[in-house]
């Protein structure tokens, strides 16, 4: 399969409550983005972990990254009405040098007020 | 930032007929452009990779003859969906690695929705 898997495929939350995903992948890896997505829209760059990273901050967004694990994690704290979205995580690979981005099958994340 | 214009935003076209997505980069060169192809509710699938002065490169399973790829620029990509199908409907994006990327991540155009009549 050309994706990794994410989970949960959807989540339900109240507004200020943590959220968290969670994106596996199969090969190795030069690096891992995680991206949103609004319903038909394209899709925004949020974080990129590489590989020698364990976790990174930005924002209310922390990502890790376990490499023995080949996954990764999303936290959005406190969350708000408008993370409503749909997550990704993309890796890029070892063994290509093209810079193929490879998604995961994503997580649609729904924020209620 | 990095921003990639992708026009049109919506398109509905008849059976047979042929349909032109264009993918500009608006404020850097874009030597390599990427392809995806997204059904509803599921993840992108790369499609393509664009690359200017050369050949594009297409994924196993895609069809090169009916999603014609000319990256005619350093700033333009198009993708052509020749003698379009209602399977061909879809939601089409591009991307491109932006400035300071891998760092500042790919930069993706807005999407074209094409359906299929």
């Known amino acids: 399969s050309q994706q990794g898997e994410e989970d949960p495929q959807a989540l339900s939350i109240q507004e200020g409550e943590n959220a968290t995903m969670n994106c596996s992948y199969k090969?190795?890896?030069?690096?891992l983005q995680w991206y949103r997505q609004n319903s038909g829209r394209g899709l925004v760059h949020l974080i990129l972990?590489?590989?020698?990273?364990r976790e990174k901050h930005s924002g209310r967004l922390r990502v890790t990254l376990d490499t023995s694990k080949k996954s990764s994690s999303l936290l959005i704290t406190a969350s708000r009405a408008a993370d409503t979205a749909s997550y990704f995580c993309a890796t890029a690979r070892v063994s290509s040098n093209t810079g193929k981005l490879i998604f995961g099958q994503g997580t649609t994340l729904q924020v209620k007020p | 930032g990095a921003v990639v214009s992708q026009h049109p935003s919506r398109v509905i076209c008849k059976s047979g007929t042929s349909v032109k997505i264009e993918c500009r980069s608006l404020d850097f060169q874009a030597t390599t452009m990427f392809w995806y192809r997204q059904f509803p509710k599921q993840s992108l699938m790369l499609m393509a990779t664009?690359?200017?002065?050369?050949?594009?490169?297409?994924e196993q399973g895609v069809e090169k003859d009916k999603f014609l790829i000319n990256h005619a620029s350093l700033t333009l990509s198009t993708l052509t969906v020749t003698s379009a199908h209602p399977e061909d409907s879809s939601f089409y994006i591009c991307s491109a690695p932006g400035q300071g990327a891998p760092v500042g991540g790919y930069t993706f155009g807005s999407g074209t929705r094409l359906t299929v009549v």
């Open positions: 090969t190795s890896i030069n690096n």
């Open positions: 972990i590489r590989s020698n990273e």
């Open positions: 664009s690359n200017e002065g050369s050949k594009a490169t297409y």
